[in-house]
């Protein structure tokens, strides 16, 4: 298993840009999340979800967009990039049911500057 | 005030050394907690869990909560140069989906 898979690495963006980040998972899980990781601010949730076509705002969602149209995919869009956008990103997923969230498995990251 | 305070350090200690990291949190309602490891440019990883009070071991590795004073701790014995990372609290209510997490603590053991 690839495990939770994000691409791109790395960006540059100008300000007004839009960009989506993309994210993975092969595990068969229903819970998928994005966070922003602020250098010394450990991680905001931006929006997360319990399954396919569904999704919820978490602590920062404003400047970002995100669908899920399948189990596997779950990216995430800027739109109108700022330079307070310029963070880590992380995408995780976790197995399904309230007994079962205590874990998430996170991908690798995408460092993305706005300039 | 924040739902879960984490010192950021950071903590620079001997190769050997006991190591304890700490976080507070002020809603009684938090059911499980967790400790993630994140290496430098990666994502966290998980290293341990727990439900409710207790202690829970695992190789060098101890989590321990104390839900009457709303602290958790993870302790790292004989640490090594290989432990060298930032250290993430989480935790979370039973029946959420969302995991509140710490700042992060950031961890160098000197051989």
């Known amino acids: 298993n690839a495990g939770v898979t994000q691409t791109p690495k790395f960006r540059i963006l100008k300000i007004g840009q839009s960009m989506t980040l993309q994210c993975t998972q092969d595990?068969?899980?229903?819970?998928m999340y994005w966070y922003r990781q602020d250098p010394g601010m450990g991680l905001k949730l931006i929006y997360y979800?319990?399954?396919?076509?569904?999704?919820d705002k978490g602590e920062v969602p404003n400047g970002y967009n995100v669908s899920r149209s399948t189990t596997e995919d779950f990216p995430l869009r800027l739109e109108l990039a700022a330079p307070s956008q310029t963070s880590v990103y992380f995408c995780a997923s976790g197995p399904q049911g309230a007994g079962q969230t205590y874990e998430q498995y996170f991908g690798p990251g995408t460092r993305l500057t706005v300039t | 005030q924040k739902e879960v305070e984490q010192d950021p350090g950071p903590l620079s200690v001997p190769e050997g050394a006991i190591v304890s990291l700490n976080c507070t949190y002020s809603n009684s309602a938090f059911q499980y907690f967790m400790w993630y490891r994140q290496y430098s440019r990666k994502g966290p990883e998980l290293l341990m869990y727990?439900?409710?009070?207790g202690n829970k071991e695992d190789g060098r590795f101890t989590a321990q909560v104390d839900k009457s004073s709303k602290y958790i701790s993870l302790f790292i014995r004989d640490s090594q140069p290989s432990d060298s990372a930032t250290y993430l609290c989480?935790?979370?209510?039973?029946?959420?989906?969302?995991?509140?997490f710490g700042s992060g603590t950031r961890l160098s053991i000197r051989p």
């Open positions: 989480a935790m979370r209510y039973s029946s959420a989906s969302k995991i509140i």
């Open positions: 595990m068969n899980h229903n819970y």
């Open positions: 979800s319990v399954g396919a076509g569904i999704t």
């Open positions: 727990t439900y409710s009070s």
